[in-house]
């Protein structure tokens, strides 16, 4: 069967390079799932050898080889347009890439549960980062006494101008889907992020029209939802759209993410030009801009010490992936005599 890429989000010429083109659909351990011009194949990953230690992930492009002894391979992996990153939550100071080469990050929060605005930004941060569009889709707004005004406040007020779209997937209630559809256009790749339990599997059941990925249930006690989604796969839409459900995120690690956090507490930023120190931290300095809209109200404190907290996470980020350079370079010396 021939496959045209494109339809996978191809575009351009086919690039300098040995071996055939594909775009990995699934990662399991060691394997990967691959889009050719040629169909589907069942790729190995030998990302310390072949990759220049580039770890292959859900969406990206790579070459794909015949070795005598191993079969299909993973020769190299493309270089990337973005990725949607995380700090690898068993880890200090490792990246962790979700998805690469995505167009459209879509925040999903199941409206059976309270959004608090530090969840919020923590996701906005990850997904501005990346540099693709951006979108909170609000699911289980069918549901009896949904808060759908009330979540949909606390978003314009963390993230103005952000689109909300408000969806219903109930049997013969289901509503919504068509403002999230037309941000899917042909060749788009969208990644869907949230919690365990929010209704990512279930949205892309709807958006596919059929049962492709397993849903969960979810405790009544406290809404959470168990993880049915356990690796990132890509799946095409009949349309030609491209989505990717993640696994559901419960520790969302910041990484090397300035200029998105900057961009999420625009607000805090904007005051922030106005004080009398440039590297002011917004505690006790005087002349402060940001305290001072505090004290009259202007400004809620808890968003200012959710700023400090998240800055403070990137500097302590930046300042061990120092020391583990710096131990690099001493151990490389040390190996050199």
């Given at each position: 069967?021939?496959?045209?890429?494109?339809?996978?989000?191809?575009?351009?010429?086919?690039?300098?390079?040995?071996g055939?083109?594909?775009?990995?659909?699934?990662?399991?351990?060691?394997?990967?799932?691959?889009?050719?011009?040629?169909?589907?194949?069942?790729?190995?990953?030998?990302?310390?050898r072949?990759?220049?230690?580039?770890?292959?992930?859900?969406?990206?492009?790579?070459?794909?080889?015949?070795?005598?002894?191993?079969?299909?391979?993973?020769?190299?992996?493309l270089?990337?347009?973005?990725?949607?990153?995380?700090?690898?939550?068993?880890?200090?100071v490792?990246?962790?890439?979700?998805?690469?080469?995505?167009?459209?990050?879509?925040?999903?929060?199941g409206?059976?549960?309270?959004?608090?605005?530090?969840?919020?930004?923590?996701?906005?941060?990850?997904?501005?980062?990346?540099?693709?569009?951006?979108?909170?889709?609000?699911?289980?707004?069918d549901k009896?006494?949904?808060?759908?005004?009330?979540?949909?406040?606390?978003?314009?007020?963390?993230?103005?101008?952000?689109?909300?779209?408000?969806v219903?997937?109930?049997?013969?209630?289901?509503?919504?889907?068509?403002?999230?559809?037309?941000?899917?256009?042909?060749?788009?790749t969208?990644?869907?992020?949230?919690?365990s339990?929010?209704?990512?599997?279930?949205?892309v059941?709807?958006?596919?029209?059929?049962?492709?990925?397993?849903?969960?249930?979810?405790r009544?006690?406290?809404?959470?939802?168990?993880?049915?989604?356990v690796?990132?796969?890509?799946?095409?839409?009949?349309?030609?759209?491209?989505?990717?459900?993640?696994?559901?995120?419960?520790?969302?690690?910041?990484?090397?993410?300035e200029?998105?956090?900057?961009?999420?507490?625009?607000?805090?930023?904007?005051?922030?030009?106005?004080?009398?120190?440039s590297d002011?931290?917004?505690?006790?300095?005087p002349?402060?801009?940001?305290t001072?809209?505090?004290?009259?109200?202007?400004?809620?404190?808890?968003?200012?010490?959710?700023?400090?907290?998240?800055?403070?996470?990137?500097?302590?980020?930046?300042?061990?992936?120092?020391?583990?350079?710096?131990?690099?370079?001493?151990?490389?010396?040390?190996?050199?005599?």
């Amino acid at each position: 069967m021939s496959i045209d890429l494109s339809a996978y989000g191809w575009s351009g010429d086919l690039p300098d390079g040995d071996g055939r083109l594909g775009r990995i659909v699934r990662v399991d351990r060691g394997e990967c799932d691959v889009v050719t011009a040629d169909g589907r194949v069942r790729a190995l990953s030998d990302s310390q050898r072949s990759q220049d230690l580039t770890a292959p992930v859900t969406g990206d492009w790579v070459f794909l080889d015949d070795d005598p002894e191993l079969g299909l391979l993973i020769s190299s992996v493309l270089e990337r347009s973005n990725t949607v990153s995380r700090r690898d939550p068993s880890e200090q100071v490792v990246e962790q890439v979700l998805v690469a080469n995505v167009d459209v990050v879509l925040i999903v929060h199941g409206l059976d549960r309270p959004l608090p605005p530090g969840r919020l930004e923590r996701f906005l941060v990850v997904a501005w980062d990346s540099g693709a569009e951006v979108a909170v889709v609000l699911t289980k707004a069918d549901k009896r006494g949904s808060p759908v005004d009330d979540v949909s406040a606390t978003v314009a007020a963390v993230a103005p101008g952000v689109p909300v779209l408000a969806v219903g997937l109930g049997a013969g209630t289901g509503f919504g889907l068509g403002p999230v559809l037309a941000m899917v256009g042909e060749g788009r790749t969208v990644a869907l992020l949230g919690e365990s339990g929010s209704g990512k599997s279930t949205l892309v059941n709807a958006l596919l029209g059929e049962e492709r990925l397993e849903t969960g249930e979810v405790r009544s006690a406290d809404s959470r939802g168990r993880h049915t989604t356990v690796s990132r796969e890509l799946v095409r839409l009949a349309d030609g759209g491209l989505l990717v459900d993640t696994p559901g995120i419960r520790s969302i690690g910041i990484w090397d993410s300035e200029e998105a956090l900057d961009r999420v507490f625009g607000d805090l930023e904007e005051l922030s030009t106005a004080c009398r120190y440039s590297d002011c931290v917004h505690d006790t300095e005087p002349d402060c801009a940001v305290t001072a809209a505090v004290a009259d109200g202007r400004m809620d404190r808890r968003r200012v010490d959710r700023y400090r907290a998240l800055s403070a996470e990137l500097d302590e980020q930046h300042q061990r992936e120092q020391e583990r350079e710096r131990r690099g370079r001493g151990d490389r010396r040390g190996r050199r005599r």
